[in-house]
């Protein structure tokens, strides 16, 4: 079989990243240009900065990828752009480049959703991976469980009713001045703290449900904190990182055991931003295993947005005759189905 390259494109937030991936498993680039250094000065991403900076920064973005491949635009076989769900202003940079790029170069043009991709960052670190299995993709703006039951075929098991475990790392982060963003400075601080130190709360939902709810741990921790500050006591930030970080963990941890238990699955995959959460690694990889269940997940470069897993993802539309043309838009609440 002849090879195939596909020159993915994510913009959704505030990374402008390309990426050249052959076969959907063996990178030959990935180049990401990170806006985190404008964003945190704000304490958080403003949409129409992270817009204006894709627009800068998209073509070179695109450049370098081709060059670090050593490729050319004649050797891609296809293009593939996150066409949602995200920031709708950042999102159309991507998608606007992408068709620019496949009308002018006459190659296809793939639509890759963002958390298909997420998923899909693990084909890439894990070559010989293939469904059926059982994902958590937890990041800044989803937490969901996802039964992968082939290459394109994927079942919502539980998902959040409120914040993403990621936005409430960045939150609690910000509430004990840790600052932008917050996920991996909770995750190095809190190896200082003792994960039992405060008990924050786990919500347990009815019905069998495997859906999160991160809002009651984030107000709890909220709580704590501000009434220690009004009776100006001193209060320990690693303790209270290690606590926050053992009451989502938990939750995480034992739903997606859930989720894969009843689907009788062998293996758990992790992905997005929060898999790369050194206490949820070992955590999922210890209980897991416990039940006899394999935890895979990519390297963190591979967990946050990057274009390797939206290329990886354009690989298995493209070869499943997904193909979008040039009325395709940004879908900002694009869902899974
Ligand atoms: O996947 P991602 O780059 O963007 C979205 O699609 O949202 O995820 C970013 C999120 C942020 O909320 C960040 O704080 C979180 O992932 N994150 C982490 C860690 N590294 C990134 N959360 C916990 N522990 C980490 N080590
Ligand atoms: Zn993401």
Not at 74 to 94: E, F
Not at 123 to 141: D, E, R
Not at 284 to 299: C, F, T
């Amino acid at each position: 079989m002849e090879d195939i390259l596909i020159l993915g494109i994510e913009s959704s937030c505030d990374e402008t990243a390309a990426a050249v991936v052959k076969n959907g498993r063996e990178v030959l680039s990935n180049v990401i240009n990170s806006q985190i250094d404008i964003h945190k000065q704000y304490g958080g991403v403003v949409p129409e900065i992270a817009s204006r900076c894709h627009i800068e920064a998209v073509n070179t973005v695109v450049d370098e990828a081709l060059e670090q491949a050593g490729v050319t635009f004649n050797d891609i076989d296809a293009i593939a752009v996150t066409y949602g769900p995200g920031l709708v202003g950042a999102l159309l940079v991507g998608v606007s480049t992408a068709k620019a790029l496949a009308y002018a170069l006459k190659k296809p043009l793939v639509h890759v959703h963002h958390i298909k991709g997420h998923i899909c960052a693990n084909y890439v670190a894990h070559p010989g991976l293939k469904p059926p299995f059982t994902c958590l993709v937890a990041s800044g703006g989803h937490s969901h469980i996802v039964y992968a039951e082939d290459f394109m075929k994927y079942e919502i098991m539980g998902m959040t009713r409120d914040d993403a475990a990621g936005e409430a790392f960045d939150k609690i982060a910000r509430v004990i001045g840790l600052g932008y963003p917050g996920g991996p400075k909770i995750d190095k601080l809190a190896k200082e703290g003792n994960p039992n130190a405060v008990e924050f709360p786990r919500v347990k939902m009815a019905n069998d449900s495997l859906d999160f709810s991160f809002s009651g741990v984030k107000t709890a921790v909220i709580n704590y904190v501000h009434k220690l500050d009004q009776k100006g006591e001193e209060y320990n930030k690693a303790d209270i990182a290690a606590s926050f970080q053992n009451a989502v963990t938990d939750a995480l941890c034992s739903h997606t055991i859930e989720a894969a238990k009843r689907k009788n699955s062998k293996t758990i995959v992790l992905a997005g931003g929060v898999a790369s959460n050194s206490a949820l690694r070992a955590k999922m990889s210890e209980q897991a295993g416990k039940q006899g269940i394999d935890v895979l997940y990519p390297p963190p470069v591979l967990c946050t947005d990057n274009a390797v897993m939206i290329a990886s993802a354009g690989y298995f539309e493209y070869i499943s005759g997904t193909r979008a043309d040039m009325k395709l838009n940004a879908v900002p609440s694009l869902t899974l189905s």
